[in-house]
C-alpha cells in the first residue's frame, strides 16, 4: 500500500530585530527596511515578504508611534511585530535683536519689545529674562540674559545690554488765574514761584530752586 505524506511549512517567520528610530519633526518617513533582521525555517530570505503599516504616524507632531510590521513566507505564514518611530524636536529657538534694548526707569521690561523670538516647532516658546536688577529703578547700564525654553527642552541663551534712561519730563503745575501784574510794577523774577502749585518728576527730586524762570 502506498502511503502519501503531504510535508507543509506551518512555521512562521520571524523578524529578530526591529531599530527603533529617531525623525525631525517635519521630517521624511526613514527606510523602515533599513536594518531589520528577519529569517524563515524553510525559505530564503528574499523569498519573505515584509509590509510596514506607518499610518499612525504623524511626521508633522512630537511623540511616539507604532509601526506595524507584518512578514510572510511562501507558505502564507504570518507574523505580526511592533515597531516605535520617536518625532523629535531637536531644534532650539530662535532669538533675533530687532532694536535697542532701552526702556524707561521704573518701566517694566517687555522683552518682546526688542527681540523675536520663535521656534521652528512650539507657537509659544517659554522666554525667562534674567538680571542682578530686580527692578529698572536706576539709570545706567545693565546686563541681562535672555533664555527660550521650547516644549521639548531645547534652549538658547544670549546676553544683551540694557540701558534704562530718563526722557519723562517733569510735571510742573501752576495757578489757572494767577494775579495779573500791574503796569510799571517792578518785575521780581522769585514772585513767579508764588504761582507754583507743584513740581513732580518721575526720577529726580526736584524743589523750587530747580525751576528756571525765562521771559523777554
Do not use: W
Not at 520617536?86 to 526707569?105: F, G
Not at 517659554?126 to 535672555?146: A, C, H, K, M, P
Not at 510742573?172 to 494775579?179: D, G
Not at 522769585?190 to 523750587?208: G, K
Amino acid at each position: 500500500q502506498l502511503i502519501k505524506f503531504n510535508v507543509v511549512d506551518q512555521v512562521s517567520p520571524e523578524i529578530t530585530y526591529i531599530p527603533a528610530y529617531s525623525v525631525d519633526v517635519f521630517g521624511e518617513p526613514p527606510d523602515f527596511r533599513h536594518n531589520l533582521k528577519y529569517s524563515d525555517n524553510y525559505d530564503d530570505q528574499a523569498d519573505l515578504d515584509i509590509f510596514i503599516d506607518d499610518g499612525l504616524v504623524d511626521y508633522d507632531r512630537v511623540g511616539s508611534y507604532e509601526v506595524i510590521y507584518l512578514i510572510t513566507d511562501l507558505s502564507g505564514n504570518v507574523n505580526e511585530y511592533t515597531g516605535k518611530v520617536h518625532i523629535i524636536d531637536r531644534k532650539p529657538p530662535v532669538i533675533e535683536n530687532v532694536k535697542p534694548l532701552k526702556i524707561e526707569v521704573n518701566q517694566l521690561l517687555d522683552i518682546h519689545q526688542f527681540l523675536k523670538i520663535y521656534d521652528n516647532y512650539d507657537l509659544n516658546v517659554q522666554v525667562n529674562v534674567i538680571s542682578d536688577e530686580e527692578s529698572f529703578d536706576r539709570l545706567g547700564y545693565f546686563e541681562i540674559t535672555v533664555v527660550a525654553l521650547d516644549s521639548s527642552k531645547n534652549s538658547t541663551e544670549m546676553t544683551y545690554i540694557l540701558e534704562v534712561i530718563d526722557q519723562t519730563p517733569p510735571e510742573l503745575i501752576l495757578v489757572s488765574y494767577p494775579e495779573p501784574l500791574h503796569v510799571y510794577d517792578p518785575f521780581k523774577e522769585e514772585d513767579c514761584y508764588r504761582y507754583v502749585i507743584s513740581l513732580i518728576d518721575n526720577y529726580d527730586d526736584l524743589d523750587i530752586s530747580d525751576i528756571k524762570v525765562v521771559y523777554d
